[in-house]
Nanobody, 122 residues
Framework: QVQLVESGGDLVQAGGSLRLSCIAS????????MAWYRQAPGKQRELVAT???????NYEDSVKGRFTISRDNAKNTVYLQMNSLKPEDTAVYYC????????????????WGQGTLVTVSS
């Protein structure tokens, strides 16, 4: 069984920083593109940032220059460093893996974590 587990969400004041982590567990041989999404109350889930296995990154316009996505392939972990947080960043943040290959069994596609709540107070 492969799963993604996020952590690091918290209540923080505007202008503050948080670092989210997402660990993929299981008999994993490789993970393709990983991403962070977020869903604010009453809104649709939106893409925040992506990172390929080779380290190529892309960001949603509103987080460019403030958020940094990174990954450690050896640890099957992806991070999201969030600086200069704004109240509009308040959301549940979800980790996503495009394709996870395992040493045993079938690959996993479009796997989601359970989410971690980030609340930014003004």
């Amino acid at each position: 069984q492969v799963q993604l587990v996020e952590s690091g969400g918290d209540l923080v004041q505007a202008g503050g920083s948080l670092r989210l982590s997402c660990i993929a567990s299981g008999y994993i041989s490789s993970i393709n593109t990983m991403a962070w999404y977020r869903q604010a109350p009453g809104k649709q889930r939106e893409l925040v940032a992506t990172i390929t296995r080779g380290g190529t990154t892309n960001y949603e316009d509103s987080v460019k220059g403030r958020f940094t996505i990174s990954r450690d392939n050896a640890k099957n972990t992806v991070y999201l460093q969030m600086n200069s947080l704004k109240p509009e960043d308040t959301a549940v943040y979800y980790c996503n893996a495009d394709e996870i290959r395992t040493y045993i069994g079938r690959p996993y596609f479009k796997l989601w974590g359970q989410g971690t709540l980030v609340t930014v107070s003004s």
